[in-house]
């Protein structure tokens, strides 16, 4: 059974970074392409960053050049630095697949960026 766990999140003013971990139990997790995705309140779940197993990495218009998604498989860990945050990146963030499996999403950890 693979677990994804979520953490990082909290409150941050804008202009600020945060970086969030994602780890993963179960050994398909290095086979895998993954993602970190993001719900803000009202809003539907949309992809933020993807990256696949061998580091190539594809971000969301409203995020490049701002956050940068990367990977250790040895740890099985999924990360997602960033920075310059801003107002409307306020959202629960979770980590999944790419394409997510819907059994898999966790709880997310929730950032709030402040103006």
């Known amino acids: 059974q693979v677990q994804l766990v979520e953490s990082g999140g909290g409150l941050v003013q804008a202009g600020g970074s945060l970086r969030l971990s994602c780890a993963a139990s179960g050994s398909i997790f290095s086979i895998n392409s993954m993602g970190w995705y993001r719900q803000a309140p009202g809003k539907q779940r949309e992809l933020v960053a993807g990256?696949?197993?061998?580091?190539?990495?594809n971000y969301a218009d409203s995020v490049k050049g701002r956050f940068t998604i990367s990977r250790d498989n040895a740890k099985n860990t999924v990360y997602l630095q960033m920075n310059s945050l801003k107002p409307e990146d306020t959202a629960v963030y979770y980590c999944?697949?790419?394409?997510?499996?819907?059994?898999?999403w966790g709880q997310g950890t929730q950032v709030t960026v402040s103006s």
């Open positions: 990256i696949t197993r061998r580091g190539e990495t």
């Open positions: 999944n697949f790419l394409p997510y499996q819907g059994r898999y």
